[in-house]
Every structure is written in structure tokens, then in C-alpha cells.
Nanobody, 115 residues
Framework: QVQFVESGGGLVQPGGSLRLSCAASGSIFSIYDMGWYRQAPGKQRAMVAR???????YYVDSVKGRFTISRDNAKTTVYLQMNSLKPEDTAVYYC?????????WGQGTQVTVSS
């Protein structure tokens, strides 16, 4: 079973940047396709980006051109570089495998975009 610990969130002004990290432990990280998900207040958790074990990348339209997902298999870590942040990006961000496994959700990291 894989466990994930997210970090890097915080309060940032609109137009600012953050880099989220997701450290994985407990299994063979490199065999998994990975995703970043977010849950805004009053909304369901949804994927925003994914990166396959071979490096193929997908973004939802709302973050294309602003977010960049990457992974370092040697460090068993997935990253999400977020630029040009908007208030609507405010959410708790999580990483998980793709497809996700319910038992693998971590605590997430809060991202708040506000002036």
C-alpha cells in the first residue's frame, strides 16, 4: 500500500505561485500513474493533473498553461508547480494514484488564493 504526504500549500495573492510536493512511501512508486486532485469548499474532489509512469501528462482545461506536474521516481515524489494562481484555485490539494485508491488519501495541503 502506498502512502502520500502532501506539502507546499499556503496563502498566496492572485497571480502568485506555489509548488506542491507529494512524497510517497510504502510501495514501488515508479509503477503508478499519479494524479493531483483538489477539493474546493462545497465541491467534490476532482483531478486537476495526472502523469503516467511513462511521463505522459494530462491537465484539466482550467489549469492548462498555468500548472505543471512532474515526478522524480528516485525521490518517490510528485510535484505540482502552480503559476498565475486565481481565487478559484483555492482548495485542499491531494495526490493519489490514478485511478485513485480510497485508502491512499493523505491529509492534503491547503491552497488559498486571496488578496
Amino acid at each position: 500500500q502506498v502512502q502520500f504526504v502532501e506539502s507546499g500549500g499556503g496563502l498566496v495573492q492572485p497571480g502568485g505561485s506555489l509548488r506542491l510536493s507529494c512524497a510517497a512511501s510504502g510501495s514501488i512508486f515508479s509503477i503508478y500513474d499519479m494524479g493531483w486532485y483538489r477539493q474546493a469548499p462545497g465541491k467534490q474532489r476532482a483531478m486537476v493533473a495526472r502523469i503516467s509512469r511513462l511521463g505522459y501528462i494530462y491537465y484539466v482545461d482550467s489549469v492548462k498553461g498555468r500548472f505543471t506536474i512532474s515526478r522524480d521516481n528516485a525521490k518517490t515524489t510528485v510535484y505540482l508547480q502552480m503559476n498565475s494562481l486565481k481565487p478559484e484555485d483555492t482548495a485542499v490539494y491531494y495526490c493519489n494514484t490514478d485511478p485513485y485508491r480510497d485508502n491512499n488519501w493523505g491529509q492534503g495541503t491547503q491552497v488559498t488564493v486571496s488578496s
